[in-house]
């Protein structure tokens, strides 16, 4: 059935919120850390430091190390002498630790998702609901993995790579430390992992879980620095495997790096999702599923449906439901708990979204925002609707990593998946439509590592993710992630 093309001119009912603020003193923040390597937290050689800052004040929060390649050594080869015993470890013993990690993880989660909110300023609400529980649940699954392997389907004797390196964005620090970290320690393997300049809060609060759950000293490293630091971590010589999050530009150069050494290399790149609405979809449900896939996290998600393909019939329906649903969302303060978009996380980040709208009004498309008030400190950007756009504008074309979203139409199942697929990216796509046949086409045909129909943006850690084209390869998650840290029967 097509959905009424009439959407009743009603004004949006908002109320005022009193503020609901989490307590920030739930999160202890030192005034400076060092790296942890071996097992104990250690000043870096030369001395320097970084700082972090809240993004919702731009205040800074602490000092942190910034590793050198001579820590990066240090940190390589405490996880080399660690993987002699860890990687003799039954299973079953492995399994117990990340057990451990998992419940500790749980206990501690309303302290983490507190020292998430401020380092990145993503919402409290995301923290809380989203992102910390799924880093348990990864620890969960890939616990109850540790003494499967022989049953994984990978041969009956898989063997752990050695150390892994693994590098990780801003955008979901402990979520992305967690599908890292957890995998390669259920398969026997060591890590030195690297967190994002701009939010290393999380990851050191992990160092001291790990010392918590009494994890064997140099199973986990983790060196804090900048991109030079990923680099020196990339290229040492004791690293066996690299896993990689973060740009594609950044991927295709450690690709080149990694050319011709023989290390195992995955990387999870950017995207470009579109995000495919029918005229009989449940034009409710979408709206929610699109302002999920777009406005979550402030657009700071690779897979974020960020190309919303609107068939031609319901297009004015559509917008007009999203601008009303936009008009109902609340900005500001991260920690509060009624927050819906909080602060983009660096100035750096505010300024490629602001040069990629100011282009998408430059090439002619319409945009429009819903009335909305910017807190003065720290960096905001409201959520924006591009309508009016071609193919051809950058737009449509470049991830723009920002609660911006562009709108596009189609009129027949073709032409969607054509548009679809019209990019260089591949990471995820989303189909609402009520017909479970025209959902599996679609699937069929859509270039994407994941396809959601009628949801979007839902992770679980039984279930593979990852890229095609210039969204990378590998795939983390469920049985396929773990083949990224076995030599199986094929490459043993
Ligand atoms: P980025 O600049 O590529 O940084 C990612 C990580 O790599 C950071 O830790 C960064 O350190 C480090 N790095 C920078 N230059 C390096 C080098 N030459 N060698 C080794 N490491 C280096 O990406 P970002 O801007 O932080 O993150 C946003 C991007 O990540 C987006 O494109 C997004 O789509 C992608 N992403 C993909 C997935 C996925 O699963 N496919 C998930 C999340 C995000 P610094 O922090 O110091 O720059
Ligand atoms: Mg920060």
């Not at 959905?3 to 923040?29: F, G, K, N």
């Not at 060591?190 to 140099?218: H, M, N, S, W, Y």
Request: aromatic residues 8%; hydrophobic residues 45%; neutral net charge.
């Amino acid at each position: 059935m097509a959905v009424t093309t009439q959407v009743p001119d009603l004004v949006t009912p908002t109320w005022d919120y009193a503020p609901a603020p989490e307590a920030r003193t739930l999160a202890t923040i030192e005034a400076s850390y060092d790296l942890f390597i071996g097992g104990d937290f250690v000043a870096p050689i030369d001395g320097r430091r970084f700082t972090t800052v809240d993004p919702s004040t731009g205040e800074p929060l602490a000092e942190v190390a910034e590793a050198g390649a001579a820590d990066v050594d240090k940190a390589v080869r405490a996880a080399r002498r660690a993987f002699i015993r860890w990687s003799k470890l039954p299973g079953a013993e492995r399994g117990k630790y990340l057990f451990r990690i998992a419940r500790l993880l749980q206990e501690r989660s309303r302290e983490l998702a507190v020292l998430e909110s401020i380092d990145n300023g993503k919402p409290i609400r995301e923290t809380r609901d989203v992102d910390l529980p799924l880093v348990a649940a990864h620890f969960f699954h890939h616990a109850g993995w540790a003494d499967k392997l022989a049953w994984a389907g990978y041969g009956p004797d898989p063997q752990p790579l050695g150390v892994a390196g693994q590098i990780i964005p801003w955008n979901f620090p402990l979520l992305m430390l967690a599908w890292k970290i957890a995998p390669a320690l259920a398969c026997g393997n060591t890590v030195v992992l690297k967190p994002a300049e701009t939010t290393p809060l999380t990851a050191l609060a992990f160092a001291d879980i790990c010392r918590q759950a009494e994890l064997p000293a140099g199973v986990v490293n983790i060196v804090t620095g900048a991109g030079e630091t990923g680099r020196a971590l990339v290229e040492h010589p004791g690293v066996d495997k690299v896993a990689f999050t973060g740009s594609t530009e950044v991927g295709r150069s450690i690709q080149r790096a990694l050319a011709g050494t023989g290390k195992r290399l995955t990387l999870e790149l950017g995207g470009k999702a579109a995000n495919v609405i029918f005229d009989d979809a449940p034009v409710d449900q979408a709206i929610e599923g699109i302002v999920n896939g777009i406005f979550f996290n402030q657009g700071h998600v690779c897979c974020a449906g960020s190309r919303l393909l609107v068939q031609e019939s319901v297009h004015d329906a559509v917008v007009a439901r999203l601008k009303r649903r936009l008009r109902t969302l609340r900005l500001g303060d991260p920690l509060d708990k009624n927050t819906d978009i909080g602060a983009i996380n660096s100035a750096e980040q505010l300024d490629r979204i602001t040069a990629l709208v100011d282009a998408g009004q430059a090439e002619g498309a319409v945009m429009w925002q819903p009335e909305c008030r910017l807190p003065e400190r720290g960096w905001w950007h409201a959520p924006t609707v591009f309508t009016g756009v071609a193919q051809s504008h950058r737009i449509a074309r470049e991830e723009i990593f920002g609660p911006v979203v562009s709108v596009l139409t189609f009129r027949t199942p073709s032409e969607a998946v054509a548009k679809a697929n019209n990019t260089p990216y591949g990471l995820s796509a989303g189909v609402w439509t009520e017909k479970g046949s025209r959902i599996l086409w679609m699937a069929q045909r859509l270039r994407a590592g994941v396809v959601w129909a009628n949801t979007f943006n839902r992770f679980d850690p039984a279930s593979p993710f990852g890229g095609y084209k210039e969204s990378g390869f590998g795939r983390e998650g469920g049985r396929h992630g773990l083949a990224a840290y076995l030599r199986t029967g094929a490459d043993a």
